[in-house]
């Protein structure tokens, strides 16, 4: 006879909460703890950062990104939505443009499209990898699209060959969301270096992080330096002459602190270890979860290093017979947080579904210069939806300091709600 399911009143599998996250060591501290004692906490003013360009610690994480991505360019920002604005209003995207997104992904991807006046055009995900499906992306396709932020969702890479082959053939500018895959590869090539720019997000729960904070990395030296203007209220800084006052492109106050960079140097330096405990983990998972009817176990493309920011299951409520919410709850029960991911597409948001964004007059939507007619109705991406409603299933527990020791606890959650399954059958 099988243990009495937590849910009934059994013991739980685990009791205590999974370790928290970020992992702060005393390097993180130390860094932080010299910015403050140095008393330039920002510096990209006149007096303090050559160029307004930024303090010594800005500089110097900018420099081991970039270095880390074997790229020239790397611009710091406040967060990976700032930073997919730079990157869109730093390629020339603007009022009547098209950008192609998923609409199975974090807001920003799809809101910063509309931050700078351009119109979000959704294309349904492959239901394996969860990102964008490349053959979606050909259909939507029109005069109007300018460019494509393919997201490499919950750390597996894009099929970037696929999109940069439809980017070329139609000229459109591909800047790479790789919030969730700091280290990722596909085809031995680091997420972020294969489109026009790539976009990290540092907040506190990504796989390095510096509380908030964001960065854009580039090959292309005019979009770089057009993104450091716009990340900084859009005032040229030309070499050798003195500071403008004369804005000519428009920008934002989208600057990092000295703090969050410091942070960021340490976090850079601990990015693979870190990623190798998520690999390990989610690798310890896969190996014992996947003769477990009704759950799949994430899916690996060939060629891709995966860096498993969420280790993202898909149910199968046919094969148990009970629903997904019957499920969590159990599992929750037993002391594991698994979730169910995005509620709904993006699209079904009110912004998108009710086509107004800024002010009451349907902008940008209604824009003199937009001529198409985006269509963001229920039913428009079949996958996402399933994946939303019906088939996701998150566990974001792998990460560091959690150890095998920790997952063993998944496992043994799992195989006792196995082994009550009719049970669980009966109380729905
Ligand atoms: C895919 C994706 N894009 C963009 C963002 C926005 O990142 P930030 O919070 O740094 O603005 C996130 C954050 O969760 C994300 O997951």
């Known amino acids: 006879m099988s243990e009495k399911l937590a849910i009934l009143g059994g013991e739980p599998v685990r009791k205590k909460p999974f370790p928290p996250y970020p992992v702060i060591g005393k390097e993180e501290i130390d860094a932080v703890n010299e910015v403050l004692k140095s008393g330039n906490l920002s510096s990209f003013a006149a007096s303090a950062g050559p160029k307004f360009l930024g303090g010594r610690k800005i500089r110097e994480f900018e420099e081991n990104f970039a270095k880390y991505h074997s790229l020239e360019y790397a611009i710091a920002v406040n967060s990976a939505t700032a930073g997919l604005h730079v990157a869109l209003a730093a390629s020339g995207i603007g009022p009547g443009d098209e950008v192609i997104v998923p609409p199975y992904t974090f807001t920003a991807t799809a809101t910063s499209v509309l931050m700078h006046n351009a119109i979000p055009v959704f294309a349904d995900v492959d239901p394996r990898t969860y990102c964008i499906d490349p053959e979606r992306i050909e259909e939507a396709i029109n005069p109007s699209t300018k460019a494509i932020i393919p997201v490499h969702l919950l750390g597996h890479p894009a099929e970037m060959d696929a999109i940069m082959k439809l980017a070329n053939e139609h000229d459109l500018t591909v800047i790479e969301d790789c919030a969730q895959a700091p280290g990722a590869k596909y085809k031995g090539k680091l997420v972020g270096t294969i489109g026009d720019a790539g976009v990290f997000s540092f907040q506190e729960t990504k796989n390095m992080m510096t509380g908030e904070g964001g960065m854009i990395i580039t090959k292309d030296e005019e979009l770089a330096e057009r993104c450091r203007m716009i990340r900084n209220h859009g005032e040229a800084i030309i070499e050798g002459k003195k500071r403008s006052y004369i804005s000519n492109i428009v920008g934002w106050n989208y600057r990092m602190t000295e703090m969050e960079a410091a942070i960021g140097n340490e976090q850079l330096k601990k990015l693979d270890r870190f990623n190798e405990i998520r690999i390990k983990n989610s690798k310890f998972l896969t190996k014992n979860l996947s003769k477990i009817e009704g759950f799949n176990v994430p899916y690996e493309a060939p060629s891709i ?124």
């Open 305 to 428: 290093l995966h860096v498993y920011h969420v280790y993202g299951m898909i149910y199968e409520e046919e094969k148990t017979g009970i629903p997904r919410k019957a499920i969590v709850e159990a599992l929750n029960a037993e002391g594991i947080p698994f979730g169910t991911g995005y509620p709904h597409p993006l699209y079904e948001n009110p912004v998108f579904k009710e086509k107004i964004a800024y002010g009451d007059h349907g902008c940008p939507f209604t824009c003199q210069f937009y001529k198409g007619n985006v269509r963001y109705e229920s039913g428009l991406c079949s996958v996402a939806e399933s994946l939303c409603y019906k088939k996701a299933l998150w566990f974001f527990g792998a990460r560091p300091p959690a150890a095998q020791i920790d997952m063993q606890d998944v496992v043994d959650a799992f195989i006792k709600i196995e082994e009550n399954i009719d049970v669980l059958r009966e109380l729905k």
